[in-house]
């Protein structure tokens, strides 16, 4: 079955990086869309980052020149590097796959058939 492995979350001072890492096993890795949402407590999952099967990628803009989506088809593995962190960064964030995309994305949290469990990501002032 279709399983997604986040992990590298974790805690750091504002101003550090970290780079998460969501391994997906039991599909065709290069024929989904990948996506990456985060959710702090108390408030709505948020759509973070997308990338395409073509590899095109699409940010928010509270993370625009900050993060970077990609992803590596001969591993299975999506990646988000996290640069010039925020206190606001805290939260879960999580990878979602969807298959039969085409090379369509969106910020839609429903549009996804697939979530991981989440890793958390912590950033102290």
């Known amino acids: 079955q279709v399983q997604l492995m986040e992990s590298g979350g974790g805690s750091v001072q504002a101003g550090g990086s970290l780079r998460l890492s969501c391994e997906g096993s039991?599909?065709?890795?290069?024929?989904?869309?990948m996506g990456w949402f985060r959710q702090a407590p108390g408030k709505e999952r948020e759509w973070v980052s997308s990338?395409?099967?073509?590899?095109?990628?699409y940010y928010a803009d509270s993370v625009k020149g900050r993060y970077t989506i990609s992803r590596d088809n001969t591993r299975n593995t999506l990646y988000l590097q996290m640069n010039r962190l925020k206190p606001e960064d805290t939260a879960m964030y999580y990878c979602?796959?969807?298959?039969?995309?085409?090379?369509?994305?969106?910020?839609?949290?429903?549009?996804?058939?697939?979530w991981g469990q989440g890793t958390q990501v912590t950033v102290s002032s």
């Open positions: 039991g599909f065709t890795f290069r024929t989904y869309c």
């Open positions: 979602a796959a969807r298959g039969e995309c085409a090379v369509s994305w969106s910020i839609s949290p429903s549009w996804y058939y697939y």
């Open positions: 990338i395409r099967i073509d590899s095109s990628t």
